[in-house]
Every structure is written in structure tokens, then in C-alpha cells.
């Protein structure tokens, strides 16, 4: 299994300031044939359902606000919020669909400083 | 829109089978991948496997002892068995529709049902 882990597990940050969340693969999720990174990031407040935010490591869902970014290839990862806004507080996963069985980082909570 | 809905039992005796099903409306179940995806209360998130809709299922080696998944396109929907539970798979469990560009990440979710394994 393809391991995922994130840091940090937690993060304050101010509002309109900027937040980084970090994931990292065990293995390289990046498929040569067709040069993309098979990694996805999620947004779940509490009590809700996980949401999609960027899936092929930086490609932005529909609807998703343009101050959330991603970035990063191989093994490597980086989900930025540029400027923190107070609905943004949540938990945030990173996940590999590059190979079965699917795996998802530990997550990481976000908060306002 | 498609919408997702799961349904089952809330509470489970351990030793005993889960049974979910997850209802498919807005849109043909016999398209796409479908998966199940589960949340231990307070924790992360575990891949439990999916069906496509020929019926090619793969399952989280973890879990794959225990796990059927199946279609059911009469009714639109797909489900999930879980045999000889115990409290360590008190979750609240997800279904979700793969997207069009890989089945591994979803296109739309269900809102997730709690299941609890307890006497």
C-alpha cells in the first residue's frame, strides 16, 4: 500500500494570511505514460461530508475558490491556502488513487490563530 | 443532479453482517465506478473498494476477507456487505460515484451514514 503522510496534523494560521499543508507518498504517484500526479485533496468541516477541492494534484474542482492551490510531483506534495478565510477552518486530506487500495493521509486540522 | 443516498441499519451486533445500500438517483448506475469509503468516529479516512458497472469489484486488501460489494442496476443501486463485524468498524460510511476522469476520486457523494457495532 501506498502510504500517505501529511504534515503538520495541525495549523493555526491567521485570517488572511497564508496556510500550507504538506503530503507525502511512500512512492511516487506520478504515472509517466501521461505525466500526471494521481493525488487529490479534500475538504471535511465537522459534521460533514468530505469534499473535493483539486484532484490531479493541482486542478481545481468546479466551484472551488482560486485561493486554494495545488502543487507538487512525485512524492511530494503542497495544498495552499493563499489567504486564510474563517469558513476555510476544517480538516484537510491529501489521497492517491495511483494505485488500489486507495489511501488517504491522516489529516490535517486547520485553525484560526 | 446526481444524488447519492445511503441507507442500513445504525446499529450492528458484533459478529454479525453490515449491510448498506447506497441509492443512486439523477443519473444511470450503469456508468462509472462506485466505491465505498468509511470514517471511524474522530478519525481518517479508509478506502473500502469499488464496484464498476460491468460488476469488476476490487476491494482494500484489509478488509477484503470480509467485504462484498454489488450492483443491483434494477433499482440503481449498489451495496455493501460487511461479515463478522466488530467495534473496530464503527464508522460512518460513505458512497461515492468515481468521476469521469478516474474512479479513484468522487464526482458526488453520499451524505454517509453512522453505523455502530455494539451488543
Not at chain 1, 485570517?15 to 494521481?38: D, F, H, P
Request: glycine share 10%.
Amino acid at each position: 500500500d501506498i502510504v500517505m503522510t501529511q504534515s503538520p496534523d495541525s495549523l493555526a494560521v491567521s485570517l488572511g494570511e497564508r496556510a500550507t499543508i504538506n503530503c507525502k507518498s511512500s512512492q511516487s504517484v506520478l504515472y509517466s505514460s501521461n505525466n500526471k500526479n494521481y493525488l487529490a485533496w479534500y475538504q471535511q468541516k465537522p459534521g460533514q461530508t468530505p469534499k473535493l477541492l483539486i484532484y490531479w494534484a493541482s486542478t481545481r474542482e468546479s466551484g472551488v475558490p482560486d485561493r486554494f492551490s495545488g502543487s507538487g510531483s512525485g512524492t511530494d506534495f503542497t495544498l495552499t491556502i493563499s489567504s486564510l478565510q474563517a469558513e476555510d477552518v476544517a480538516t484537510y486530506y491529501c489521497q492517491q488513487y495511483y494505485s488500489t487500495p486507495y489511501t488517504f493521509g491522516q489529516g490535517t486540522k486547520l485553525e484560526i490563530k | 443532479q446526481v444524488q447519492l443516498q445511503e441507507s442500513g441499519p445504525g446499529l450492528v451486533r458484533p459478529s454479525e453482517t453490515l449491510s448498506l445500500t447506497c441509492t443512486v438517483s439523477g443519473g444511470s448506475i450503469s456508468t462509472y465506478y462506485w466505491s465505498w469509503v468509511r470514517q471511524p468516529p474522530g478519525k481518517g479516512l479508509e478506502w473500502i473498494g469499488f464496484i464498476y458497472y460491468t460488476g469488476t469489484t476490487t476491494y482494500n486488501p484489509s478488509l477484503e476477507s470480509r467485504v462484498t460489494i454489488s450492483l443491483d442496476t434494477s433499482k440503481n443501486q449498489f451495496s455493501l456487505k460487511l461479515s463478522s463485524v466488530t467495534a473496530a468498524d464503527t464508522a460512518v460510511y460513505y458512497c461515492w460515484r468515481g468521476s469521469a476522469a478516474h474512479g479513484g476520486f468522487p464526482s458526488f457523494w453520499g451524505q454517509g451514514t453512522l453505523v455502530t457495532v455494539s451488543s
